[in-house]
């Protein structure tokens, strides 16, 4: 997992699927994307990011398979988030699947910008300040959150 190591967002994880976890980000946002996937990695958890999806996948039905099958969903929000409209599709079908039931909703701050309304209404996780003690304890949260749901799926 050199690519999380190094801070890099592009380079993918040696599995590819099924996920714990999609994280879900726009462009700017992709570092803080990889520093949480490859948090959620170290916890033994597969996170879904676009940017890891295999040579010779498709990145789309990659992200349509994911979304449609994580019991859990971390969308960061950061200043350019609603300005991506890859993001804002991922977001719809995020907050549809929350609606239907079967997947949780987090948002991830990334910046200390407001978050959107149907966003705020849901419990975030602070992102805003990568190794500070609120950091470490708002990942171990979302670990602990990703297992039990495993946990009920008898994984």
Do not use: N
């Not at 599995?15 to 916890?43: M, T």
């Not at 992200?63 to 350019?80: D, K, M, N, S, Y």
């Amino acid at each position: 997992m050199t690519g999380v190591e190094r801070g890099r967002a592009s380079e993918p994880v040696e599995r590819q699927g099924p996920y714990d976890v999609l994280v879900s980000y726009a462009a700017g946002d992709a570092e803080a994307a990889a520093l949480l996937a490859g948090q959620l990695y170290k916890a033994d958890l597969d996170a879904f990011l676009v940017c890891w999806v295999e040579p010779g996948l498709i990145p789309l039905l990659e992200t349509e398979r994911a979304l449609a099958e994580v019991r859990l969903a971390v969308l960061l929000f950061g200043r350019g988030t609603m300005a991506d409209e890859r993001v804002r599709d991922e977001y719809a079908v995020l907050l549809h699947r929350k609606h239907q039931g079967g997947l949780r909703f987090v948002p991830g701050l990334v910046t200390d910008d407001p978050l959107p309304p149907f966003a705020a209404i849901h419990q975030p996780v602070d992102l805003t300040r990568p190794g500070s003690p609120r950091y470490d304890r708002d990942v171990d949260s979302l670990v602990r959150v990703i297992r039990a749901l495993r946990r009920t799926d008898g994984a």
